[in-house]
């Protein structure tokens, strides 16, 4: 196959305005469209803005929108297009523009600090964990997230209400909260915190619908709605209806 020129529509602005530029590049055999980025800055615009580090889907870093679907830019391959198709590129769509295709993501840190971190169990040092691998394989999964946030962009519940923004921690880190929650040696607990009800209290596990977008843009193919935050929703319906928590809850209100 040989090589062929492609039409491109890349956003270009900052975050007083900008909009869609025509660019006419030249695609090679097994190109991604990061790739085509390279060349675009190359030939044609050395000042477009892009964000990326590793050019292998490990790093996280070059997520944007293309034809307006959340893609990691070095994993698309160009040959998933039509060489006469129109390709547009535009940053992700949640999240602010600092300039071109690069965004804002801070609200997602801003979120992973929300989440209260794994708690040890008293009594155990560093080195003295030991865990069955069948205790960890459900939440095992959870660890390959390369926090690209094409989940978060791509969820209808931040990404049309911006409003939503405040309470709504998003897939990725409700699926935190899950990873925890599984996790077989996580003390919380006993320290009176319950992952279960600050799911669905603080970090809006509600507002989730389970419509599996989130799911179906993850570079990593990780099951974010039925692994971990369908199984998360029974658990914290379970714990709400328990009548043995019920029971406690209302003596507990009495004694006050
Ligand atoms: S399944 Fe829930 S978290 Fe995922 S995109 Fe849908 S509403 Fe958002
Ligand atoms: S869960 Fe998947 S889509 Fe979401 S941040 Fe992690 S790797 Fe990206
Ligand atoms: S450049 Fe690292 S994931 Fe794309």
Known sequence: MSAYEAHFRVWRGDQDGGGLKDFHVEVNDGEVVLDIVHRLQATQAPDLAVRWNCKAGKCGSCSAEVNGRP??????????????????????????????????????????REVPSFVPPEGLGPGEYRMWQEDVGRSQEFRKCIECFLCQDTCHVVRDFEENKESFAGPRFLMRVAELDMHPLDAAAETGLDRKSTAQEEHGLGYCNITKCCTEVCPEQIKITDNALIPLKERAADRKYDPLVWLGNKIRRRGQ
Not at 93 to 104: C, I, K, Y
Not at 106 to 112: H, P, Q, R
């Open 71 to 112: 893609r990691l830019l070095c994993m698309t391959r160009m040959s998933v297009f039509e060489r006469s198709e129109t390709i547009t590129i535009t940053p992700l769509r949640a999240f602010p523009v600092v300039r071109d295709l690069v965004t804002d993501v801070s609200f997602n840190y801003t979120k992973a």
